[in-house]
């Protein structure tokens, strides 16, 4: 009796939590589960999330508690929240993706060379290749070596491409230096130390000579507009004043109304149009070099590196990292160009060592193999030209590079309103 009524208890205290547990639940779902299984899925309650899946085995159907009804405990499981798992399971991407072994080596190789040594780099691997070929055929055919270059893929492979990537790390090393000695920063004493001497006079009596055909150019130019400009009725002190201007003089005092007079008409209005263009072709010249002869440099591409540095107003004494704390504040369009043009000058200075150093290694690699002195002689002119075209298209695009440094000096608000 005693067994009968401790049974009918835990009955009861049964019944009671299954009704409690279904009047407080907001929804339950009866799905089927996997192999066969049900699966109860309950709806979130507050803040809480959780699956609940009974699993009571293959082939068993779900049976409902009922009091009084023996029934043995069935198996579950709660299922973790969608996205829910641990970061520190999942696999690291950039390390899965990254490369190992040569082809790491390779990528970074190939990451750190710029566009503007694979030019260079790759005159002098033709080059090479190309005289050595001369060489073996003893003969200075130039379509007959790259057909022999060519005709074997292997050796295009295994030897040129490895060379190649070899010559664009060192003509990437020597870049800066290349701009360097071509600006004229020669340090060195004895024969370099008398060429920079004898360079630098050489220059500085070039941009004397300049200003003094400019000035004779000018003062040509407005004699023949001076008898119009007196036809036109200017005022006597305005038509001084203006002779002063063109003859670089002192002028003289004039009143307000004269000043602003001045102001509104020009002189060479009244000159010949190629009197004015010998004046302006002379003052191209002569803007090239520095104001002052004692800031002169040996060559021209210096001179006129130099000469935009000194016309720039922001440097604060240090003209090496003008560009590096003006370049962030800089409008895109002119870091663009900036990027470009040095770019431009970097590959051009570089051509001009690797033309020099061909045009020497033709005399070195093909004296004495067989072929003509003259064959010889030609192809070290050809490589010269090359050198001589690759220092003009470096001053070309030194003048693009001094025009993005001038843009970058000025002031946000001014190239805002210009």
């Not at 060429?195 to 407005?222: F, N």
Request: proline share 5%; glycine share 6%; net charge negative.
């Amino acid at each position: 009796m005693a067994a009968r009524l401790q049974r009918s208890a835990q009955t009861d205290e049964l019944d009671r939590a299954s009704a409690t547990a279904i009047t407080g639940a907001r929804a339950t779902t009866l799905l089927p589960g996997r192999g066969g299984s049900d699966e109860v899925r309950q709806a979130p309650s507050g803040d809480q999330e959780a699956e609940l899946r009974l699993d009571p085995g293959s082939g068993q159907d779900l049976a409902l508690l009922r009091r009084g009804e023996d029934q043995e405990s069935e198996p579950y499981e709660i299922l973790p929240l969608m996205g829910s798992q641990n970061s520190g399971s999942e696999p690291d991407e950039a390390t899965s993706d990254s490369p190992s072994g040569i082809s790491a080596f390779v990528a970074r190789v190939l990451d750190q060379l710029s566009l503007s040594a694979w030019l260079p780099a790759a005159v002098l691997t033709a080059g090479v290749a190309v005289l050595l070929q001369f060489r073996s055929d003893k003969s200075a055919d130039v379509l007959a070596a790259v057909r022999a270059l060519t005709a074997d893929p292997v050796r295009v492979l295994v030897l040129i491409i490895p060379l190649l990537v070899i010559a664009t790390v060192v003509t990437q090393a020597f870049s800066f230096e290349a701009i360097r000695t071509l600006e004229g920063y020669w340090r060195r004493r004895g024969l370099i130390s008398l060429a920079r001497t004898l360079m630098i006079r050489r220059h500085v009596r070039r941009k004397r000579t300049l200003a003094r055909r400019r000035l004779a150019a000018s003062e040509k130019a407005y004699y023949t507009a001076e008898p119009r400009i007196l036809k036109s009725n200017v005022p006597f002190p305005v038509v001084n004043a203006m002779r002063a201007e063109a003859l670089e003089l002192e002028v003289p005092y004039l009143t307000d109304e004269e000043q602003n007079r001045l102001a509104r008409v020009n002189w060479r209005t009244w000159s010949d149009a190629w009197r004015i263009a010998a004046v302006d072709h002379l003052a191209n010249e002569e803007e090239v070099y520095p104001p002052s002869d004692h800031r002169v440099l040996p060559t021209r591409l210096g001179n006129l590196i130099r000469a935009t540095e000194d016309q720039l107003e922001h440097t604060g004494d240090d003209v090496q990292g003008f560009a590096l704390r003006r370049y962030s504040a800089a409008p895109r369009l002119v870091q663009n160009a900036h990027n470009q043009y040095r770019n431009r000058l970097e590959m051009y200075c570089t051509l001009v060592f690797v033309s020099s150093a061909l045009a020497a290694l033709t005399f070195a690699t093909l004296l004495g193999s067989g072929i003509s002195i003259l064959s010889i002689l030609i192809t070290s002119i050809c490589f010269a030209a090359l050198g001589e075209a690759s220092y003009l298209a470096a001053i070309s695009s030194a003048a693009g590079y001094c025009s993005a440094l001038r843009e970058m000096d000025r002031d946000p608000d001014e190239a805002a309103d210009g």
